[in-house]
RNA sequence: GGCUCUGUAGCUCAACUGGAUAGAGCACCUCACUACGGAUGAGGAGGUUUGGGGUUCGAAUCCCUACAGGGUCACCA
């Protein structure tokens, strides 16, 4: 990562080796690092890649540039050269100055809002018929995450979802509960609507299997004893009727919609989420079928002989897709291509767009931009796929029918519970009331959780043991409120205003506090490389080395009881500065930071 | 089979995008401490980075190849 005393360095590194050795680098060939613990030094130039140019081999090229650069920068106190590496050692009131800058900023490594341009982030999308499950969860987390993250790295960000409303699978629950449901409500039942519309779901496939099995008894072809099905047929008759606006149908359509959305709010409510708009499929795949049309008369796609529309991908090494059905009727595909554009018209500044959406769609995204693309919708180059890897169960995938799907209610609510516990055990805020208690064990268990899936970079699946459960301790994110919570204690308890601490820039800092201000320094860089690569893991690692770093710190190093006045105040200074850092860096992945804990 | 992602300590994950002796947490074994908040700290053990080639000052990282696993290639969404 770029550390922000590195773009001073490296503005130095040129101008002195030009001054040096007569020629200048390019910026590539210019790197710099934090020097590794064993060795002297703060920030080391690797000079392998300068040798060539200087004219001299990496140990003697690095030598003669240790040497100028101290000479000319008053701010580098000294240099020392392994191999190739030329180790350089800031001055203590370096290191103060930048302290007092980070200080004076509560918004610390956050960019301007509004300084970079308009982005759009679509995360969690379920599907209506199921209630969410613990891969919904990695998906909002990382969504909202990046969310922040961007609008962090100075962008406005738009959230939203598309909502995919209309289609078969919709009048399979509506058909399932009209024949089964006796009238009953979320309100009679006290049921969340997700989970009351997800049963019945669940009821329509197994009274069409139980059909098809009944079918096939009877000597049809196990496809013929699929479309023979009654109830499936009835699901076909109560599509057709919602197409052609049948009131009575799309009135059951609204209210059993409504139970959904009304339960899917609650968890979002519960996770920390927020969207700024909302798409539903039934308002987009109209618009999707238009541009299909639109491109089918410009000789982009082509028709077959049933009706249907195609596009032809094989000269970009991929297949022939479906964009529209024979009798006119929308796919996946054809609404999203109506989604996309519609996105942009909304939002006429919208410069990128990010979809946030399993890997197992990879394909997808990769044929909806290549038609955008031909039907030379200008923004097609803006838009980005945010793959990211299933959670995985020490079974293997989640299997609704085998009974092995986390419900993310349940798992929140156990995470909430579970931090209770430990909470009441320790026995630290038992004069807290009932409400502080309660919002303690959501801010602790939440956390813990959203870290969990959140410190792995998005790209890769990962393993979820729901016996072994998520810790809170180690590397996790109660350990790093914990020691947030320690320094706004200490702050607390010294009784003084972080901004206006004053030490002497004489006062020297060891390894343990140079290590503390250069963790601090270096997050707006962080946050500005997790905005580049989507990535909230590397804000979470970044988050819990510097913590780590303070809780080692904090055992052999007198803080608020420390004599001399300027090592308090500098002490102070990076205690304020650390907690900051760490409570702006884990704001980023939705996780707040109790004041007691 | 084509395309694609992945393979790092017993387990779960890192590694500043090609840099120094590959680091953390959990589990295991020592040790420290009535603590400015112990949900702690220090240490030990644990690795041929899946195998094999190649590229160069230098490879977990890039290329080739073999193997293993996931995903995808629907008139499902």
Same mark, same amino acid.
């Given at each position: 990562?770029?550390?922000?005393?590195?773009?001073?360095?490296?503005?130095?590194?040129?101008?002195?080796?030009?001054?040096?050795?007569?020629?200048?680098?390019?910026?590539?060939?210019?790197?710099?690092? &934090?020097?590794? %613990?064993?060795?002297?030094?703060?920030?080391?130039?690797?000079?392998?890649?300068?040798?060539? *140019?200087?004219?001299?081999?990496?140990?003697?090229?690095?030598?003669?540039?240790?040497?100028?650069?101290?000479?000319?920068?008053?701010?580098?106190?000294?240099?020392?050269?392994?191999?190739?590496?030329?180790?350089?050692?800031?001055?203590? $009131?370096?290191?103060?100055?930048? *302290?007092?800058? !980070?200080?004076?900023?509560?918004?610390?490594?956050?960019?301007?809002?509004? +300084?970079?341009?308009?982005?759009?982030?679509?995360?969690?999308?379920?599907?209506?018929?199921?209630?969410?499950?613990? =891969?919904?969860?990695?998906?909002?987390?990382?969504?909202?995450?990046?969310?922040?993250?961007?609008?962090?790295?100075?962008?406005?960000?738009?959230?939203?979802?598309?909502?995919?409303?209309?289609?078969?699978?919709?009048?399979?629950?509506?058909?399932?509960?009209?024949?089964? =449901?006796?009238?009953?409500?979320?309100?009679?039942?006290?049921?969340?609507?997700?989970?009351?519309?997800?049963?019945?779901?669940? %009821?329509?496939?197994?009274?069409?299997?139980?059909? /098809?099995?009944?079918?096939?008894?009877?000597?049809?072809?196990?496809?013929?004893?699929?479309? %023979?099905?009654?109830?499936?047929?009835?699901?076909?008759?109560?599509?057709?009727?919602?197409?052609?606006?049948?009131?009575?149908?799309?009135?059951?359509?609204?209210?059993?919609?409504?139970?959904?959305?009304?339960?899917?709010?609650?968890?979002?409510?519960?996770?920390?989420?927020?969207?700024?708009?909302?798409?539903?499929?039934?308002?987009?795949?109209?618009?999707?079928?238009?541009?299909?049309?639109?491109?089918?008369?410009?000789?982009?796609?082509?028709?077959?002989?049933?009706?249907?529309?195609?596009?032809?991908?094989?000269?970009?090494?991929?297949?022939?897709?479906?964009?529209?059905?024979?009798?006119?009727? !929308?796919?996946?595909?054809?609404?999203?291509?109506?989604?996309?554009?519609?996105?942009?018209?909304?939002? #006429?500044?919208?410069?990128?767009?990010?979809?946030?959406?399993?890997?197992?769609?990879?394909?997808?995204?990769?044929?909806?931009?290549?038609?955008?693309?031909?039907?030379?919708? $200008?923004? $097609?180059?803006?838009?980005?796929?945010?793959?990211?890897?299933?959670?995985?169960?020490?079974?293997?995938?989640?299997?609704?029918?085998?009974?092995?799907?986390?419900?993310?209610?349940?798992?929140?609510?156990?995470?909430?519970?579970?931090?209770? @516990?430990?909470?009441?055990?320790?026995?630290? /805020?038992?004069?807290?009331?009932?409400?502080?208690? !309660?919002?303690? !064990?959501?801010?602790? =268990?939440?956390?813990?959780?959203?870290?969990?899936?959140?410190?792995?970079?998005?790209?890769?699946?990962?393993?979820?043991?729901?016996?072994?459960?998520?810790?809170?301790?180690?590397?996790?994110?109660?350990?790093?409120?914990?020691?947030?919570?320690?320094?706004?204690?200490?702050?607390?308890?010294?009784?003084?205003? @972080? +901004?206006?601490?004053?030490?002497?820039?004489?006062?020297?800092?060891?390894? %343990?506090?140079?290590?503390? #201000?250069?963790?601090?320094?270096?997050?707006?860089?962080?946050?500005?490389?997790?905005?580049?690569?989507?990535?909230?893991?590397?804000?979470?690692?970044?988050?819990?080395?510097?913590?780590?770093?303070?809780?080692?710190?904090?055992?052999?190093?007198?803080?608020?009881?420390?004599?001399? #006045?300027?090592?308090?105040?500098?002490?102070? #200074?990076?205690?304020?500065?650390? &907690?900051?850092?760490?409570?702006?860096?884990?704001?980023?992945?939705?996780?707040?930071?109790?004041?007691?804990?």
């Amino acid at each position: 990562m770029i550390h922000v005393l590195d773009s001073r360095l490296h503005d130095a590194v040129l101008d002195t080796f030009e001054a040096t050795f007569g020629k200048r680098p390019s910026d590539a060939q210019i790197q710099i690092q &934090s020097t590794r %613990a064993e060795f002297e030094g703060d920030r080391t130039v690797v000079v392998f890649p300068l040798a060539g *140019l200087a004219g001299a081999p990496p140990h003697v090229a690095a030598e003669k540039l240790g040497e100028a650069l101290v000479a000319s920068q008053d701010w580098i106190s000294a240099y020392s050269v392994v191999k190739g590496f030329l180790n350089l050692t800031l001055t203590d $009131a370096s290191w103060s100055e930048t *302290l007092r800058e !980070a200080l004076a900023s509560p918004a610390w490594g956050f960019a301007t809002p509004g +300084s970079q341009p308009q982005v759009m982030v679509e995360y969690s999308s379920p599907n209506t018929n199921k209630p969410l499950h613990l =891969g919904h969860l990695r998906n909002n987390f990382l969504g909202y995450s990046v969310s922040r993250i961007l609008e962090a790295a100075g962008h406005d960000v738009v959230k939203v979802q598309i909502i995919n409303d209309r289609g078969i699978h919709i009048c399979k629950s509506m058909v399932a509960w009209q024949k089964l =449901g006796n009238g009953e409500t979320p309100a009679t039942t006290g049921e969340k609507g997700d989970k009351l519309v997800g049963r019945y779901y669940v %009821a329509f496939d197994k009274a069409f299997k139980a059909e /098809v099995a009944e079918g096939v008894a009877r000597g049809l072809e196990p496809k013929e004893a699929e479309s %023979a099905s009654p109830i499936m047929q009835e699901a076909r008759a109560m599509l057709q009727r919602w197409e052609d606006g049948d009131t009575e149908v799309v009135e059951l359509w609204k209210t059993m919609n409504g139970w959904v959305y009304d339960g899917f709010n609650a968890t979002y409510n519960d996770m920390g989420v927020r969207f700024d708009k909302l798409y539903y499929e039934s308002d987009t795949y109209l618009l999707g079928k238009k541009h299909v049309e639109d491109g089918l008369s410009r000789g982009i796609f082509f028709q077959k002989e049933d009706g249907s529309i195609w596009v032809d991908l094989t000269d970009d090494g991929l297949d022939e897709k479906l964009l529209l059905r024979g009798d006119g009727t !929308a796919v996946y595909m054809t609404q999203d291509i109506g989604t996309a554009i519609l996105r942009f018209d909304d939002f #006429a500044g919208l410069d990128r767009q990010v979809y946030t959406v399993g890997n197992e769609q990879e394909y997808h995204f990769k044929v909806l931009f290549l038609i955008l693309k031909k039907l030379g919708f $200008a923004q $097609a180059d803006k838009n980005h796929h945010l793959s990211y890897g299933m959670v995985e169960l020490p079974e293997g995938k989640m299997k609704s029918r085998e009974g092995t799907v986390v419900d993310a209610d349940d798992l929140l609510l156990e995470m909430r519970t579970t931090a209770r @516990a430990i909470s009441d055990e320790l026995g630290k /805020v038992d004069d807290f009331a009932e409400v502080e208690k !309660a919002l303690l !064990a959501r801010q602790v =268990g939440h956390g813990a959780l959203k870290y969990f899936l959140l410190k792995v970079a998005p790209a890769k699946s990962m393993m979820f043991d729901p016996k072994s459960s998520i810790d809170f301790f180690g590397n996790t994110a109660p350990f790093i409120q914990f020691n947030v919570v320690r320094c706004k204690s200490i702050l607390r308890s010294a009784e003084v205003d @972080a +901004s206006t601490l004053t030490w002497s820039n004489d006062t020297t800092l060891d390894d %343990a506090e140079r290590t503390l #201000a250069a963790g601090v320094l270096a997050f707006p860089s962080v946050v500005r490389e997790a905005a580049a690569t989507y990535d909230p893991s590397v804000v979470a690692n970044h988050c819990y080395d510097l913590i780590k770093a303070f809780s080692s710190f904090y055992q052999d190093h007198p803080i608020a009881k420390e004599e001399n #006045a300027d090592v308090r105040n500098l002490r102070l #200074a990076l205690c304020a500065a650390v &907690s900051t850092t760490v409570s702006n860096g884990m704001s980023l992945l939705g996780i707040d930071m109790p004041e007691r804990m």
